[in-house]
């Protein structure tokens, strides 16, 4: 199984501040990496595929980089609503799907 | 609008059986993978598995690998998770997901809590 480590655990910043948020993989995933925002009592939304794409809809300020070991979600200037919490996703065809723990963004 | 909507919340008892559904609409339900997310109360997402509804292939993560039976009906565009004897344990919130592309959960259903308690 491949292990997404999420650092830090919990990410405290203001308004207009610029939020870096780290998924390390045990081993390579390419570029099969995804990121999704939740909010408490909703469903996860997608934010990021394939390492640097965004989803439908989603801001020019939420980016991601990859591919390989070390991914990075960058969140340029942060809004009220970006404060939530962040999992990465990976999947490869031999060891299935996991999930981050998650990063908590919250407000300073 | 592509959707999914799951059923609705479960209470059950220890040892009782308990399937669940998720319905699609909006598009091709046939040509995606549907994925099964486990969030246990004040916890992270954990996959369960995943299923083509085009032919019922059918993929567990080993954590749940014979804890879980995972199925679709493609005549009414709807995928199930179910249990033959639930455990306290069991009791969380439980996601459908489409899988989109190679890698990525792009649609997710409302959610369906199950709460197992005697």
């Known amino acids: 199984e491949i292990v997404l480590t999420q650092s830090p655990a919990t990410l405290s910043l203001s308004p207009g501040e610029r939020a870096t948020l780290s998924c390390r993989a045990s081993?390579?995933?390419?570029?099969?990496l995804a990121w999704y925002q939740q909010k408490p009592g909703q469903a996860p939304r997608l934010l990021i595929y394939?390492?640097?794409n965004r989803a439908t809809g989603i801001p020019a300020r939420f980016s991601g980089s990859g591919p390989g070991t070390d991914f990075t979600l960058t969140i340029s200037s942060l809004e009220p609503e970006d404060f939530a919490v962040y999992y990465c996703?990976?999947?490869?065809?031999?060891?299935?799907?996991?999930f981050g723990q998650g990063t908590r963004l919250e407000i300073k | 609008e592509v959707q999914l909507v799951q059923s609705g919340a479960e209470v059950k008892k220890p040892g009782e059986s308990l399937k669940i559904s998720c319905k699609g609409s909006?598009?091709?339900?046939?040509?995606?993978?549907i994925g099964w997310v486990r969030q246990m109360p004040g916890k992270g997402l954990e996959w369960m598995g995943i299923?083509?509804?085009?032919?019922?292939?059918?993929r567990y993560s080993p954590s749940f690998q014979g804890q879980v039976t995972i199925s679709a009906d493609k005549s009414i565009s709807t995928a199930y998770l179910q249990w033959s004897s639930l455990k306290a344990s069991d009791t969380a919130m439980y996601y459908c997901?489409?899988?989109?592309?190679?890698?990525?959960?792009?649609?997710w259903g409302q959610g369906t809590m199950v709460t197992v308690s005697s």
């Open positions: 081993q390579g995933v390419s570029s099969y």
């Open positions: 394939d390492a640097s």
């Open positions: 996703q990976q999947r490869s065809n031999w060891h299935g799907i996991t």
């Open positions: 909006g598009y091709s339900f046939t040509s995606y993978w």
């Open positions: 299923i083509y509804p085009g032919d019922s292939d059918t």
């Open positions: 997901a489409r899988l989109y592309g190679e890698a990525a959960f792009d649609i």
